[in-house]
């Protein structure tokens, strides 16, 4: 989902220009000043009724009340954020909110919207858009035919996310949608395939590009000096970026736990390429950044030293949120202090790399 800037955003969007080349600052800015966007205001902003708290106990009523009471309370207070992606689809459900909305409020939780190609998430948005309730979804999910929705994560699909919604989206009947459920039931599962193909173009960059023949991040050495590096060497050589590899984290800061938490491994990386699991949306950011999303030999403006860093900054962000979005993901959200450093990551001068600058914010903060 795209997200569109509010002025507070665009304020905070602006701070990195501010900011510029002293990475103490732009600590200082993710440390104190950034106003993080929270999931409870954000909730209001898509339903401002008052009885909003009201229908949020309702929904999760096969839940002790006095227990529930609790959760939402937390939420409002800011304690926390729901649990996972079902408790986002019940509050949806509650509030009767659109299949947007939902996308949008997965990203609190998760780093993918609706995803349309499991097939309870495809059955969940048919009944958002058709005004169900949350238990008509269930019961209309257990329901359908479950011949082959739960084959091997890595199975091949000609279908992607955006091609299975494209096909469901303006379906309004029970028949239609069984209809069509039937026919592509074979390709649906819970595996991300474009988020996967995405990864295999950046990583196959870093992979076929080992350290001591690399001129610059994404381009290729040819000839007898190409090798494909190992995933460990790609992680140590290219993904590390002085992150510390250490699994304690009790003495951490909340700003280190924030960029620590989901660091890519090499461990993370084999599951994906066994497609145990997804690729998540840290790891698509860092790589557009440590490749600076040379993924072709041709010429591209961004090659030109003319342009000032805002414009830089501009071009790369509109082109890393089109993948994003592409992948199923929310876009790039200046108050989300991950993404404000990515953002202030692609504000480069032309002699400059993008995880250079990533990495000096990491180095400055974890030092010591």
Same mark, same amino acid.
């Given at each position: 989902m795209?997200?569109?800037?509010?002025?507070l955003?665009?304020q905070t969007?602006?701070?990195i220009g501010?900011? @510029?080349?002293?990475?103490?600052?732009a600590?200082d800015f993710?440390r104190?000043d950034?106003?993080i %966007?929270?999931?409870y205001?954000?909730?209001?902003?898509?339903?401002?009724?008052?009885d909003?708290? #009201?229908? *949020?106990?309702? @929904?999760f009523?096969d839940?002790e009340?006095?227990?529930?009471?609790?959760? +939402?309370?937390?939420?409002?207070?800011?304690?926390?954020?729901?649990?996972?992606?079902?408790?986002i689809?019940?509050i949806v459900f509650s509030?009767?909110?659109s299949?947007?909305?939902?996308?949008y409020?997965? @990203?609190?939780?998760s780093?993918? @919207?609706? &995803?349309?190609r499991?097939?309870?998430?495809?059955a969940?948005?048919?009944?958002l858009?058709?005004g169900?309730?949350?238990? #008509?979804a +269930?019961?209309?999910f257990?329901?359908l035919? %479950?011949?082959?929705?739960?084959?091997?994560?890595?199975s #091949?699909?000609?279908l992607h996310t955006?091609?299975?919604?494209n096909?469901?989206?303006?379906?309004?009947?029970?028949?239609e949608?069984?209809s069509?459920?039937?026919?592509?039931?074979q390709? *649906?599962?819970?595996? &991300?395939? $474009?988020s996967?193909?995405?990864?295999?173009?950046?990583y196959d960059i870093?992979?076929q590009?080992?350290p001591e023949?690399?001129t610059?991040?994404?381009k290729?050495? =040819?000839?007898s000096?190409?090798?494909?590096? !190992?995933v460990?060497?790609?992680?140590s !050589?290219?993904? !590390?970026?002085g992150?510390? =590899?250490g699994?304690k984290?009790?003495?951490?800061?909340p700003l280190q736990?924030?960029l620590?938490?989901g660091w890519?491994?090499t461990?993370?990386?084999?599951?994906i390429?066994n497609?145990k699991?997804?690729?998540?949306?840290?790891?698509?950011?860092l790589?557009y950044?440590v $490749?600076?999303?040379i +993924?072709?030999?041709?010429?591209t403006e961004?090659?030109?030293a003319?342009?000032?860093?805002w414009q830089?900054?501009?071009? &790369?962000r509109?082109?890393?949120?089109?993948?994003l979005d592409?992948c199923g993901?929310?876009?790039?959200?200046p108050?989300n202090?991950?993404?404000?450093? +990515?953002?202030?990551?692609?504000?480069t #001068?032309?002699?400059?790399?993008?995880?250079?600058?990533m990495q000096i914010?990491i %180095?400055y903060l974890f030092r010591?």
């Amino acid at each position: 989902m795209r997200l569109e800037l509010t002025d507070l955003s665009e304020q905070t969007y602006r701070t990195i220009g501010a900011v @510029g080349k002293d990475p103490l600052s732009a600590i200082d800015f993710l440390r104190s000043d950034i106003q993080i %966007r929270e999931f409870y205001p954000s909730l209001r902003q898509l339903y401002p009724e008052s009885d909003i708290k #009201e229908r *949020l106990v309702n @929904g999760f009523s096969d839940t002790e009340r006095a227990s529930v009471i609790r959760r +939402v309370q937390n939420w409002i207070n800011g304690k926390n954020v729901p649990s996972g992606r079902e408790d986002i689809f019940i509050i949806v459900f509650s509030l009767h909110l659109s299949e947007e909305d939902a996308s949008y409020l997965l @990203g609190f939780v998760s780093d993918y @919207g609706i &995803h349309y190609r499991s097939p309870k998430e495809l059955a969940y948005s048919y009944c958002l858009r058709t005004g169900r309730t949350y238990p #008509e979804a +269930v019961r209309f999910f257990r329901d359908l035919p %479950r011949d082959a929705a739960c084959q091997p994560a890595g199975s #091949e699909s000609a279908l992607h996310t955006e091609d299975v919604y494209n096909l469901f989206r303006n379906i309004r009947t029970d028949r239609e949608f069984l209809s069509e459920y039937r026919k592509y039931l074979q390709e *649906l599962n819970s595996f &991300h395939r $474009t988020s996967y193909e995405a990864f295999r173009t950046y990583y196959d960059i870093l992979s076929q590009n080992p350290p001591e023949n690399q001129t610059s991040a994404g381009k290729k050495p =040819s000839g007898s000096d190409c090798r494909k590096l !190992s995933v460990d060497d790609v992680v140590s !050589s290219y993904l !590390s970026l002085g992150m510390p =590899s250490g699994k304690k984290r009790r003495h951490l800061t909340p700003l280190q736990k924030m960029l620590k938490n989901g660091w890519p491994n090499t461990t993370a990386l084999s599951n994906i390429f066994n497609q145990k699991e997804n690729v998540t949306r840290k790891l698509l950011t860092l790589l557009y950044i440590v $490749t600076q999303n040379i +993924v072709d030999p041709e010429y591209t403006e961004l090659d030109e030293a003319y342009l000032t860093p805002w414009q830089r900054l501009d071009e &790369h962000r509109w082109i890393l949120d089109s993948v994003l979005d592409r992948c199923g993901m929310n876009t790039l959200d200046p108050r989300n202090a991950w993404d404000w450093l +990515v953002l202030y990551s692609l504000y480069t #001068e032309p002699d400059e790399d993008m995880d250079e600058r990533m990495q000096i914010i990491i %180095r400055y903060l974890f030092r010591g």
